[in-house]
């Protein structure tokens, strides 16, 4: 690449992801819009926007081990923007259940995160993520020095939540999840063997 | 947080516009070769349009308070208005066909209903393999409006046709040891793909004790909507047992076995903490992994409140005095 082409690609590159991103939100509101969200749409929004969510984890997840795999050390700074588009589509995830499913009905979703392991898992991992999208302006990261990177190590256990919450709520089927847990397992798993040979 | 009245007004007055104005839009759309009874009903059709309009609208109706949400819910609540033709043929829970809601209206087609028997078998005087036609006899099939309940939380309206199982059962003359009756899906990866991959145990199970069978309400369902039963529901011949979690209602049997011990069903053996034998609807025993007590009608965007025996305890609530319902789930 010349020198231009790779100036181009760095300007660009950031609209493009955030572009990229905004898709599966576009989708939906295509499919809503033109009323094919299927029969029962708040599940279909639902399940969804949880698919997503758990798909830009698992992406920014996946950054650091590309990275370091490919020697593409230009992927790093899409991570912070895919971890907040995980985070953006959790949010709408939570407002779904918050407004359809509960109507803003605080004793019901209460009772909801105290009794089912899923919700609780589910609703424990967006809580985790809000310091997490709160502390990722540069002025927090400056701010944070080392303690950033230590706090933005929940992300691990975000995604164990994540993935444990589909696990849990599926009835019998549980091929998908089993799939995300896999990619999981990949990605944190090449975290501990590249810490285990880089310890010395 | 301001309460305000006209934003309901409002809502209120869209929704009763939208349901007397037939748009003539829509009915141009349509091609012509679709039997009238597979489209939407133009009011539902319009209020799903509106889909996406709405949810801004009555997001804002959040801050309401809760006495004048309820009469929003209200205004949705429509008891027995059957469930349009195109959801209720295109969100299915048939997992020989696939375990997504719109992998049986898609894999469904391998399905060979004609010809089609059903083995009678177990404690009765007359046993055997019965062609379809004969096994239901000559019976006037009936039309009959039930709520169907899914053990997921949602809900429909069923137009159904068939024949009440209490007018079919004691033609085989079934012997007084015969407590329960045992119900079992056609087996046939070829027919079936689902079945390639062991999701569940198959064949499909499901049972009803003797006196549940023989209830006025439990029907064999041939058709709904006044047709014949589309093979993701269940064709040619399934079981709807109205105050039961759906998945009781198995869909296209093949054979019927009348036991003295209670049967062995698909779901409970799968995950017997979770799905019992009984699986009467009752929103006061929770699912140990979501809460039983609310429901999504399709084509609501609220949950409503589940019903005990999901609104058939006049009924049915006999059939189970003295019984610890939340034992006998």
């Given at each position: 690449?010349?020198s231009?082409?790779?100036?181009?690609?760095?300007?660009?590159?950031k609209?493009?992801?955030?572009?990229?991103?905004l898709?599966?939100l576009?989708?939906?509101?295509?499919?809503?819009?033109?009323?094919?969200?299927?029969?029962?749409?708040?599940?279909?929004?639902?399940?969804?926007?949880?698919?997503?969510?758990l798909?830009?984890?698992?992406?920014?997840?996946a950054v650091?081990p590309?990275?370091?795999?490919t020697?593409?050390?230009?992927?790093?700074?899409?991570?912070?923007?895919?971890?907040l588009?995980?985070?953006?589509?959790?949010?709408?995830?939570?407002?779904?259940?918050?407004?359809?499913?509960?109507?803003?009905?605080?004793?019901?979703?209460?009772?909801?995160?105290?009794?089912?392991?899923?919700?609780?898992?589910g609703?424990a991992?967006?809580?985790?993520?809000?310091?997490?999208a709160?502390?990722?302006?540069?002025r927090?990261?400056?701010?944070?020095?080392?303690?950033?990177?230590?706090?933005?190590?929940?992300?691990?256990v975000?995604?164990?939540?994540?993935?444990?919450?589909?696990?849990?709520?599926?009835?019998?089927?549980?091929r998908?999840?089993?799939l995300?847990?896999?990619?999981?397992?990949?990605?944190?798993?090449?975290?501990?063997?590249?810490r285990?040979?880089?310890?010395? | 947080m301001?309460?305000d009245?006209?934003?309901?007004?409002?809502?209120e007055?869209?929704?009763?516009?939208?349901s007397i104005t037939?748009?003539?839009?829509m009915?141009?759309?349509?091609?012509?070769?679709?039997?009238?009874?597979e489209?939407?009903?133009?009011e539902?059709?319009?209020r799903?349009?509106?889909?996406?309009?709405?949810?801004?609208?009555?997001?804002?109706a959040?801050?309401?308070p809760?006495?004048?949400?309820?009469?929003?819910?209200?205004?949705?609540?429509?008891?027995?208005k059957?469930?349009?033709?195109?959801?209720?043929?295109?969100?299915?829970?048939?997992?020989?066909?696939?375990?997504?809601?719109?992998?049986p209206?898609?894999?469904?087609?391998?399905l060979?209903?004609?010809?089609?028997?059903v083995?009678?078998?177990?404690?009765?005087?007359?046993?055997?393999?019965?062609?379809?036609?004969?096994?239901?006899?000559?019976?006037?099939p009936?039309?009959?409006?039930?709520?169907?309940r899914?053990?997921?939380?949602?809900?429909?309206v069923?137009?159904?046709?068939?024949?009440?199982?209490?007018?079919?059962?004691?033609?085989?003359q079934?012997?007084s040891?015969?407590?329960?009756?045992?119900f079992?899906t056609?087996?046939?990866?070829k027919?079936?793909?689902?079945?390639?991959t062991?999701?569940?145990?198959?064949?499909?199970?499901?049972?009803?004790?003797m006196?549940?069978?023989?209830?006025?309400?439990?029907?064999?369902?041939?058709?709904?909507?006044?047709?014949?039963?589309?093979?993701?529901?269940?064709a040619?011949?399934?079981?709807v047992?109205?105050?039961k979690?759906g998945?009781?209602?198995?869909k296209?049997?093949?054979?019927?076995?009348?036991?003295?011990?209670?049967?062995?069903?698909?779901?409970?053996?799968?995950?017997?903490?979770?799905y019992?034998?009984?699986a009467?609807?009752?929103?006061?025993?929770?699912?140990?992994?979501?809460?039983?007590?609310?429901?999504?009608?399709?084509?609501d965007?609220f949950?409503?409140?589940?019903?005990?025996f999901?609104?058939?305890?006049?009924?049915?609530?006999?059939?189970y005095?003295?019984?610890?319902?939340?034992?006998?789930?």
């Open positions: 690449m010349t231009k082409q790779t100036r181009l690609l760095q300007r660009a590159g609209p493009l992801v955030f572009s990229a991103s898709l599966p576009a989708w939906l509101f295509w499919l809503g819009w033109n009323d094919q969200l299927g029969a029962n749409p708040v599940e279909t929004l639902t399940h969804r926007t949880g698919s997503w969510s798909r830009f984890l698992l992406l920014t997840l650091t590309v990275r370091r795999l020697g593409w050390n230009g992927l790093q700074r899409f991570r912070r923007m895919l971890g588009f995980a985070f953006f589509y959790v949010c709408l995830h939570f407002s779904v259940y918050l407004v359809f499913d509960h109507f803003f009905d605080g004793s019901a979703i209460i009772a909801d995160i105290a009794k089912r392991p899923y919700i609780t898992v609703f991992a967006f809580l985790l993520l809000v310091p997490l709160a502390t990722s302006t540069n927090m990261i400056k701010r944070l020095g080392r303690n950033w990177q230590r706090l933005h190590r929940l992300v691990y975000i995604g164990i939540f994540g993935v444990l919450h589909y696990l849990w709520l599926v009835k019998a089927d549980i998908e999840p089993l995300y847990a896999g990619i999981l397992a990949g990605l944190l798993g090449y975290r501990l063997g590249w285990y040979t880089h310890r010395s | 301001d309460c009245e006209t934003q309901l007004v409002n809502i007055r869209v929704t009763t516009r939208e037939r748009s003539p839009i009915l141009i759309q349509k091609p012509a070769d679709i039997h009238p009874s489209i939407t009903p133009p539902l059709y319009a799903r349009r509106e889909f996406i309009k709405t949810a801004a609208i009555l997001g804002a959040a801050w309401l809760p006495t004048l949400r309820g009469r929003i819910a209200q205004a949705a609540d429509e008891d027995l059957p469930t349009p033709y195109k959801d209720i043929t295109s969100y299915n829970n048939f997992y020989e066909f696939g375990t997504g809601k719109t992998d209206a898609e894999n469904a087609g391998s060979k209903t004609k010809p089609w028997t083995v009678v078998e177990g404690h009765c005087e007359k046993p055997g393999q019965y062609a379809l036609e004969d096994f239901l006899a000559s019976q006037q009936e039309e009959r409006i039930y709520r169907l899914c053990v997921e939380a949602w809900s429909m069923v137009p159904w046709r068939g024949i009440p199982l209490n007018q079919i059962l004691p033609r085989f079934p012997a040891n015969a407590k329960y009756v045992e079992t056609l087996l046939d990866p027919q079936m793909p689902g079945q390639r062991r999701i569940l145990d198959w064949p499909y199970v499901e049972g009803l004790r006196d549940e069978a023989m209830h006025p309400l439990t029907l064999l369902a041939t058709g709904l909507y006044g047709k014949e039963l589309p093979n993701q529901n269940g040619p011949l399934r079981l047992v109205p105050w979690y998945f009781k209602s198995i296209s049997i093949v054979k019927i076995r009348f036991t003295e011990q209670q049967p062995s069903t698909t779901w409970n053996r799968e995950i017997p903490s979770e019992g034998f009984y009467n609807v009752n929103p006061e025993v929770s699912h140990p992994r979501w809460s039983q007590n609310k429901e999504r009608r399709i084509g965007f949950r409503r409140d589940t019903q005990m999901n609104g058939y305890a006049e009924q049915v609530a006999g059939l005095t003295g019984m610890d319902l939340h034992k006998n789930f």
